[in-house]
């Protein structure tokens, strides 16, 4: 059983940053793939980034590569996500989901993929 609750969202101005952390219970962390994800008014939950239990494989959405960074230190059992020119479109609820994953390279992009979800963190980007 894995416990996530993000933090670190807030109101920025466009082209500003923001880091969200991910804090997850369990000793056992270091063995879940990790994933972010957003949900803007009205619209679906979306993929964001998503990392693998080693941290040595990441992968991004397209509107976010090249702005956003998700990492890992599983000393402290958190996970990260940086995101950089901040735009007016990257408003959303963030949240961050977790998956036992078999093996130490994998990431998963879908939402029936993950079995832990946190409770969200708001991100609001002014323009």
């Known amino acids: 059983q894995v416990q996530l609750v993000e933090s670190g969202g807030g109101l920025v101005q466009a082209g500003g940053s923001l880091r969200l952390s991910c804090a997850a219970s369990?000793?056992?962390?270091?063995?879940?793939?990790v994933g972010w994800f957003r949900q803007a008014p009205g619209k679906e939950r979306e993929f964001v980034a998503a990392?693998?239990?080693?941290?040595?494989?990441?992968y991004y959405a397209d509107s976010v590569k090249g702005r956003f960074t998700i990492s890992r230190d599983n000393a402290k059992n958190t996970v990260y996500l940086q995101m950089n020119s901040l735009k007016p479109e990257d408003t959303a609820v963030y949240y961050c989901?977790?998956?036992?994953?078999?093996?130490?390279?994998?990431?998963?992009?879908?939402?029936?993929?993950?079995?832990?979800w946190g409770q969200g963190t708001q991100v609001t980007v002014s323009s």
């Open positions: 369990g000793r056992t962390f270091k063995n879940y793939a």
């Open positions: 989901a977790a998956v036992l994953s078999a093996l130490p390279s994998s990431w998963y992009t879908k939402i029936g993929q993950y079995d832990y």
């Open positions: 990392i693998s239990r080693t941290g040595g494989n990441t």
